[in-house]
């Protein structure tokens, strides 16, 4: 069961209770975040896709939730790296952005975040854009801290 419910913008999050006994694997596992939205024609370009700096918005939302529910500190993009547009995304259509940590330093922490098209009315799922984002955990005053304790 979830220990907390946030809300951030339109987003619901569900956080589960991340405890201080968990292995790294265990804590990376649970921090896995998955988001769903609708691709509606507001979000798109004059070819009826995606605005890119759309996606990398939703990619950067959804990669700071994750280090977010990783470390459970106030947390901070600093870098993206390549992010691929490997195909368009149609208005019409379901997204599915997925975020997992995928390295651990000491005061940061990499998250690579895919996102999935799916159609409304069928089962067809494939993969559109990747990327990776750096994030780092910071105090009160903005400074870097430990991502764990």
Known sequence: MPSKVYFLSNTCLFLPKINKNMTL???IKQSETHIFKAVFPNTTNHYDTL???TAMQLMDE???ICATRFSRKRTVTVCSDRIDF???IPAGTIVELVAKVTDVGRTSVKVSVEIFIE???SDSREQAI???FSLVAV???KRPIPILE
């Open 86 to 88: 490997n195909k368009p």
């Open 119 to 121: 159609e409304m009315y």
């Open 139 to 141: 105090d009160d005053n």
């Open 51 to 53: 605005f890119g700096g």
């Open 62 to 64: 959804v990669a700071f």
């Open 25 to 27: 694997e265990e804590r």
């Open 130 to 132: 990747t990327g990776c």
